[in-house]
Structures are given as C-alpha cells and as structure tokens.
C-alpha cells in the first residue's frame, strides 16, 4: 500500500467548528471475505465536516464519479449517445456514503441493492466505556474508548485536543475527534491520514431523477434478505411487465443468450459475489 503524504495536521490545543471548513482523511483497512482474512483491501476516505453535518465518502469514488460525469456531458455537447467509461480507472471499491447533521447527530447511510438507492436512518446513539489508557498519534495525545455496534466490539482512539464528536463511518459521540478505530478481530479499520481546511467542497453528480428511498435499518435488512435469496427477481419482474424488454447479449461465439440463460448466469454471478463479500462492517443491519 503507497504511503499517503499528510497535507496539513492539526497542532492547535482545540479546534472549534467555525466557518471554516474542514476535510479529515483516513485510510480504511477491510476484509469483507471472512474465509480468506489475507484479503485486505485499502482505501481513502474523506470526512468532510461543516458546521451543519458532515458527509462521510470514498475518495476514489468521488474522483470516478466526477471524471464520469465529464463524459456524460461531453457526449451530450454532442449530442451523441455513445459514452465512453472504458478510459476511466476503477479504483475504488467502497459505493457507501454516510451523512450526520448537527447538532443531534442524525445518521444516514446512503447505499444502494442491486441498483436500487437507500437512505437508510441510524437508530439510537452508541454506548461508549472510555477508558484511561492513552497514547500519541501523529503527534495528537489520544485516550482509549469501546462501544458495541453492528454486531462487533470496537475499539477507537479519539483526541480531544480537536474539539469535534465526529468520527468515519456512523462513529461519534465522543468528546473529541475519533483518530482510529477498528473491531476487536481486526476486519475493519479507520486510520487518521491527515486533515487539512477546504475553503468549498466539490458538489456531488446526483441524478434528480432518482430519489433514494428513506428506510429504517429493519425494513433495509429486509430488503437485503430478500435479494441474497432471489438475486435475479428484479429482472425478472422486468421481462414478465414488459414481455418486449430488450437485454441483448452474446456469447463467445457470437449467439444471442435466451432470457433463460442470462437469468441464470446472473443469480450465480450475484451468489458467487455474495459468498465473497460476506464480512460487512455492520453484520447485523446484512443479516
């Protein structure tokens, strides 16, 4: 894994949330095969923080994203329909983002199931048990805490030498910025990289067409059960409305592939996926 250069850290005693804008970055550590721990995918990602909330995303997502976004609209300068991605990288793997708003620290996860986009609402607050032990990271004094959540145990490191009860993913609540914080079987892990101020955010490519639709964790576990045990029941509702859908694909030789046939490649491409990505970082919200 390449070394990530810190562009600004914080040296200040306290920092207050003000107008000014802030960016912290952390490299998150995951092993979602559960079978194969050797497995260990890296990536950035940014917690942007204002003083209303903050929005929790993969930086290689949002550099996808907008290098997207610049074909879309260049083809429809030219009023082609032709778009070309092939040129883009694909270099991340995490498609989540997290939202809170301050002051009461309203959670949403904004995800998606086989296409279809979800907001999902965060119920409760987590317990946090700090503890005495302390420690240094990257030059900012650190104090010990553990919580519960999501069905592991955690354990973060937080400072309060930056004044702010934020952390990555849905993590928060403690009296000061969560540095680093991974469960006790080491499968996912948030590690501070560096901060620095950001006078604007980039805005995000959001498509107004599509709304995600707000859900609770129950109902989204629900949802998730319910396309683990038939992967290919959105397509086929697709082809039984709409008995003239075209889904056109070939095979090596060139032969067109029945509906039969591309139903059943799908549900075992989605299964062989699923057995591979078995290890979210909230086991019971993917139950």
């Known amino acids: 894994m390449q070394k990530y250069i810190i562009l600004f850290i914080f040296s200040i005693l306290s920092l207050q949330l003000s107008s000014q804008n802030h960016r912290i970055t952390y490299e998150y550590s995951f092993k ?26 993969s930086s290689g997502k949002f550099v996808y994203d907008s290098l997207t976004s610049i074909e879309e609209k260049r083809a429809q300068s030219m009023k082609s329909h032709h778009v070309d991605f092939s040129k883009i990288p694909l270099n991340h793997k995490i498609e989540y983002s997290v939202t ?13 199931i086989n296409g279809d986009q979800f907001s999902v609402l965060n119920a ?10 302390n420690k240094e990271i990257e030059g900012l004094k650190a104090q010990k805490a553990t919580t519960e959540f999501g069905g592991r145990k955690w354990i973060a490191w937080f400072t309060t ?19 680093n914080i991974e469960d006790e079987k080491g499968d996912h892990a948030f590690k501070f990289v560096g901060s620095k101020k950001v006078i604007a955010y980039p805005t995000f490519n959001v498509d107004s067409e599509v709304k995600p639709l707000e859900i609770s964790a129950k109902k989204f576990t629900q949802l998730w059960k319910e396309y683990t045990n038939d992967p290919t029941k959105k397509i086929r509702q697709i082809f039984s409305q709409n008995s003239e859908a075209k889904l056109q694909m070939f ?16 549900d075992q491409q989605a299964k062989e996926k699923l057995k591979k990505n078995n290890n979210f970082l909230e086991l019971s919200l993917y139950q």
């Open 32 to 57: 979602m095969d559960s079978l194969n721990r050797n497995l260990i995918e890296k990536e950035l990602m940014n917690l942007d923080i204002t003083q209303d909330g903050s929005n929790f995303y």
């Open 100 to 112: 809170k708003k301050y002051p009461n620290f309203e959670t949403k996860l904004h995800t998606a």
């Open 124 to 133: 409760g607050k987590l317990n946090w048990n700090i503890l005495a032990q």
């Open 161 to 179: 030498e930056i004044a702010i009860q934020d952390g990555p993913y849905k993590f928060s609540g403690l009296p000061g910025l969560i540095l």
């Open 251 to 266: 095979d090596n030789t060139g032969r067109e592939i029945s509906r039969q046939e591309i139903l059943i490649m799908r």
